[in-house]
């Protein structure tokens, strides 16, 4: 499993990182997501989701809220959730749209954008990625994985 502090410089690197990243996930884990908007979270996502072999689009449910794909995972089928909390605006909004369900599920792998939003409900996170956006370099990202 990747733990550290990662430099990335373009797009193809994250997607990269985020591939290489999925290779330690298990069933039922959670993944926060953390970053300024288009700091590069969705990327990640489909890398993970490529290493996961996803055939759907892979993009963010900002209006949707959550995307549901197909993967595999140690060579058996896996439903990936992949959540993006952005456009919520309080803990009620959270309970009203099923999130609880949605955290809870073991058979799941959960992918959480805005992961911060849900502070106070997402008390069990296996992951955190934190994507932090260069001040001096337009492309270069930081990204720590703990």
Not at 12 to 36: M, N, P, R
């Amino acid at each position: 499993m990747l733990n550290g502090n990662y430099i990335s410089n373009s797009t193809e690197e994250t997607v990269e990182l985020g591939s290489k990243f999925a290779e330690g996930l298990e069933q039922g884990d959670i993944i926060a997501l953390y970053g300024d908007l288009g700091a590069g979270k969705t990327e990640f996502i489909k890398g993970i989701c490529i290493a996961l072999n996803v055939e759907e689009i892979v993009n963010s449910p900002t209006f949707t809220i959550t995307n549901r794909y197909s993967g595999t995972l140690d060579n058996k089928k896996i439903i990936i959730l992949h959540i993006d909390l952005f456009r919520i605006k309080n803990l009620n909004q959270l309970y009203e749209i099923g999130f609880h369900e949605f955290i809870n599920s073991d058979e799941s792998l959960k992918l959480i954008e805005w992961a911060e939003k849900a502070e106070g409900i997402l008390l069990q996170i296996n992951h955190k990625i934190r994507i932090i956006l260069s001040e001096k370099k337009e492309h270069e990202r930081q990204i720590i994985i703990e």
